[in-house]
């Protein structure tokens, strides 16, 4: 939901054209011209089903919600995760094929985004994306899930901090934020149409999306992008080409709600927790304090955009492997050597 500033959308090895406006909501570059060849294949998308083991529709009893989930792995706690705003659950994709020899990874669309579909996909509010989260874990898992690793980016990070407060999930067991605090979250929401409204909004292709998305965009892996820019697209008949799935700029009314408290939130929650940041971010008072307390895990990925886990997938993946390393988090809880042993005679 941070896009970097726009730049060009050149093919490969043109020059700028003097006196060209080449910027990629200007007149000139929107639609871009046509595809080399070479471009076409360079940023062709790529299937889901290098990356997750299985694609399945999650139905909510007594509703018409359905989200559409992606699932890989079929060993060890499950790590459950949350995208951001804009994005879907495919932006897991190159860290859930890392993750999946010793992980089960979920990674579900949220309502209005990706392939999910529900009876109003612009209701965005906190907590009717915290009711969603939950729903689908009691749908996939009953009342007796395996031990489950909360995951959430940017918005996603919110609504899972959320998910953990309520503690009415059963066998949770570590969160996962990944690069969003509330106080920078906050300061930023005053920019944030204008940042959604110089966006490229219209694509003639899916290559120039995904092309944009790594050119001018938020994302800096090519690879990533070409397996979750699809699914962040429609097709709109009346321009004839591709828009965004999720109109962003029409759920300003929520933005506050995702991130106010966020930080005493995330402190209260009663699990182990990993604070994940692109870069330098400053922490706010609370989460300072918190983490002289001990309180939380706080690692700084460098050379990173805003969606760490799609960047830089390998080294995401090692860090959740290692939380759950590190505090023994087994598939059906935490482990601790010793009792195990004692109760197994």
Known sequence: MEPAPLSSLQEEGEGDPAGEDLSAFSPAAVPPRAATHHSLQKYAPLDWSAYFDEERRVAIP????????????SEGPVVFCLHG????GLSFALAARQMKDKARVVAMDLRGHGKSTTSNDLDLSIETLTNDVIAVIRAMYGDSPPAIILVGHSMGGSVAVHVAARREIRNL???????VVEGTAMASLVHMQKILSNRAQHFPS?????????????????????????STLKYDESRECYTYRTPLEQTEKYWKGWYEGLSDKFLSCPVQKILLLAGTDRLDRALTIGQMQGKFQMVVVRHTGHAIQEDVPEEFASHILNFISRNR??????????LIKKWGH
């Open 62 to 73: 007594g509703t018409d919600d359905v989200f559409n989930v992606h699932t890989a792995g």
């Open 85 to 88: 705003g804009g994005y879907s």
């Open 173 to 179: 067991h570590g969160l996962v934020v990944i690069d």
């Open 206 to 230: 899916i290559e120039k999306a995904i092309e944009w998305s790594v050119k001018g965009g938020p994302l800096r892996n090519i690879e990533s992008a070409r397996v979750s820019i699809p």
């Open 329 to 338: 988090i087994g598939p059906n809880g935490v482990e601790i050597p010793g």
